[in-house]
């Protein structure tokens, strides 16, 4: 099966305000965006991916991430995260009304291409599919089959929003990568440990973590 990945990125001035104590002020949007491009082109390079859209408003990194072969989708302002994902599902369906649709987070810089893979793969034998993040509670990834509907609940507790929405919970093992994202300086140390994206690795090259 191949995937129609949809990505969510809000604007760069408002991202990643979690990591304040690890990164200045003038350093978190050149990091988020830097997630965002690593994320991106490693979902690109996925051989389960079809193509990738990113759902933002931000137009710096709807055009550097365009130029990684992301397709941009105009987020509906106002409406969070949820809500753009499930405009920009929508959106993508259009042209192909039973792709099977994936929604990705955005902070995975040390994603591989065969690990998500594996991970949709898997996804593939549901209806619909999450996979909890690296802490347990979250979410990185949301999939519905050609014909289902996203119905996402990303937020607060959404691995048990998504398990009590009917969503499968995957367990694959060894996908280290696709369960990283980055909130705050631990996850970034965790990232980083795994071995993070081109992008990433250069701008924390400019800061001191400890």
Partial sequence: MQWTLVIPLKALARAKSRLSDTAADALRPGLALAFAQDTV???????AVRDVAV?????????????LGAHIVADEPGGGMN??????????????????VAALNADLPALRPMELARVLDAAAE??????????????????C?????LLPAFGTDSRARHR??????????SVDSVRQDVD???????ALALGVGPRTAAVAARMALR
């Fill in 83 to 100: 809500a753009a994902l499930t405009h920009a599902a929508a959106v993508v369906r259009v042209p192909r009304p039973e792709s099977a």
């Fill in 126 to 143: 549901f209806p619909r599919a999450f996979l909890p993040d690296a802490a347990g509670i979250g979410t990185t990834l949301l999939t």
């Fill in 145 to 149: 089959a050609p014909g289902r509907q």
């Fill in 41 to 47: 082109a490693a979902a690109v390079d996925c051989p």
């Fill in 164 to 173: 009590a929405s009917g969503a499968v919970e995957l367990a694959v093992p």
């Fill in 55 to 67: 759902v933002t408003g931000d137009t710096l990194a709807g055009r550097e991430l365009a130029a």
């Fill in 184 to 190: 705050t300086g631990n996850d970034l140390r965790a």
